[in-house]
């Protein structure tokens, strides 16, 4: 185990010019090494420059600061109906309404020794076609206090470029990516944003039936090594996938269909990499599969200016990459989405708040991609089953299912609250709003 692990981990130093972030970023490779902590620079810039100001905007808001007025005049107007009562709501002033739309000044992440809180934090666009469904058992029907609290039905889903505009775009400045724009500039970001199509149809088509959409969302996680789980899997309406999927070989634990298939650039082109002596040579490509993007960095609006172009990435790590090769042919204009940051921040905010958004290095902290995929379907789907998700007894698992010979152990990454998504998925079991796969004869 040990030579495999560490080989794959100087093979990744090699392939990756930016090997620190892409390690942390790396999703669901809790495997592959141990990594240190992350290490955040002791900079004073972030003491003495802006930091300073972000304390006096803060505290002397109400004093309408200039720059407050700034923002808070650009700020858009989005629809505020959310189920926070502690949402203090941003302060529009009318006279402001007449200045120019331009981008607010860059904000840096050195500038926060933790989360910043904005006053806006929490408030979504939540304008998703409602969802009207016929389905007893929809999870949209539960009673559950917890989740009738934290969960918004009508969350913006994807971003498109007729939902991006100035205003947007310097209100979700103000937050870190992937869930906002934090540290980009309008000129690098916006071209390619403008070129995302609007989703022409829902993500997953209206099935017929008793009006019920039962998904099976499937993770890597060792756990269904010999679980045999495939026809299962395979028998629910939609699959999703993520990250490295393997599949073949693999098809009587895991199934062999895929529906929505969930990625980032790095994900989808490091992925052949990392599994390939597993076998893995692409993503899925089943014939109408959907595929959904995190867009989590500056690399992605890269490969999403060529993947919508069709032509070769003009910038970046994937300099001179044709993206839609990447998609054996099914690339398709009106079958690819782009996860909204509203829908990513409210993920965090509302169900996956790590204490590790307080300590400094916060900024790198998010949910794994696995995550934002089983909450894709929870926004999605009537019921979610959830197949190699942790569970509490996963040290009894290798990290990944394609681990089969060599018992590897779960891999702890800083950027990443396992633990505490471990603890949501059996949390969300036990309130019955999805059924997880807890291993042979425990999945009551
Ligand atoms: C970080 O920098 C500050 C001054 O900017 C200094 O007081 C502090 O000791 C430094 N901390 C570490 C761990 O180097
Ligand atoms: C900008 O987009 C937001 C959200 O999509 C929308 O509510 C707002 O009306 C738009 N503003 C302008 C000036 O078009
Ligand atoms: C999955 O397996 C079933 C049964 O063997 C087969 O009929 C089907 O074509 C396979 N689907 C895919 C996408 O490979
Ligand atoms: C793209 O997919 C849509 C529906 O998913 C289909 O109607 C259309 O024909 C496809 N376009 C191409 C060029 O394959
Ligand atoms: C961060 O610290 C603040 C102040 O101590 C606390 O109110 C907040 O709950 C903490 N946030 C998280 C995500 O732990
Ligand atoms: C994977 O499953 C097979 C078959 O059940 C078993 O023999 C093997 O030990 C398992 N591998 C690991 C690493 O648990």
Redesign the pocket.
């Known amino acids: 185990m040990a030579v495999q692990t560490v080989s794959g981990f100087f093979f990744l130093i090699v392939i990756s010019v930016t090997a620190t972030f892409y390690l942390l970023t790396w999703e669901n490779s809790k495997s592959i090494s141990i990594w240190p902590a992350f290490s955040v620079k002791n900079g004073s810039r972030g003491e003495d420059g802006l930091f300073g100001h972000y304390i006096f905007w803060q505290e002397e808001r109400n004093l309408t600061p200039p720059h407050a007025l700034f923002i808070s005049a650009h700020l858009p107007k989005i629809n505020e109906t959310t189920q926070s009562s502690s949402v203090t709501k941003p302060k529009r002033d009318q006279t402001m309404s007449s200045v120019p739309e331009t981008p607010i000044p860059v904000l840096s992440r050195e500038s926060f020794k933790?989360?910043p809180q904005w006053d806006f934090e929490d408030v979504y666009n939540q304008d998703a076609s409602p969802r009207q469904t016929t389905c007893a058992q929809s999870l949209r029907n539960s009673k559950d206090e917890f989740l009738q609290k934290a969960f918004l039905p009508n969350i913006r889903l994807f971003l498109h470029k007729d939902n991006i505009n100035m205003s947007e775009w310097n209100r979700l400045s103000h937050f870190n990516n992937p869930f906002g724009f934090m540290e980009f500039r309008y000129n690098d970001v916006m071209p390619s944003l403008k070129l995302i199509p609007k989703p022409k149809e829902p993500l997953l088509p209206p099935k017929g039936g008793d009006g019920c959409v039962r998904c099976a969302v499937v993770g890597a996680g060792g756990i269904l090594n010999g679980s045999k789980m495939g026809a299962e899997i395979d028998a629910h309406d939609y699959v999703f996938r993520m990250n490295g999927a393997v599949i073949k070989g693999y098809e009587e634990d895991v199934g062999n269909r895929t529906s929505v298939y969930v990625h980032t650039a790095h994900s989808i082109t490091a992925s052949p990499y990392f599994f390939q002596q597993y076998g893995y040579t692409s993503a899925p490509h089943d014939e109408s599969i959907k595929y959904v993007m995190i867009p989590e960095g500056m690399r992605d609006f890269q490969w999403l200016e060529g993947l919508l172009k069709g032509e070769r990435v003009s910038s970046g790590p994937y300099l001179n990459k044709e993206p839609r090769t990447y998609y054996s042919g099914q690339y398709n204009e009106s079958r690819f989405y782009v996860l909204h940051q509203d829908f990513l921040r409210y993920v965090r905010n509302r169900f996956l708040?790590?204490?590790?958004?307080?300590a400094t290095f916060w900024a790198i902290v998010r949910p794994t991609n696995g995550a934002f995929t089983l909450f894709l379907a929870l926004h999605t789907c009537d019921t979610v089953s959830a197949y190699g998700f942790m569970t509490e007894d996963y040290n009894k698992y290798s990290n990944y299912y394609v681990q089969r010979f060599i018992k590897s152990n779960v891999i702890f990454y800083s950027n990443h609250d396992y633990i505490m998504e471990k603890d949501l998925w059996k949390n969300l079991h036990d309130r019955k709003i999805i059924k997880l796969y807890q291993g042979r004869g425990r999945n009551t």
């Open positions: 933790k989360l708040k790590s204490q590790n958004l307080n």
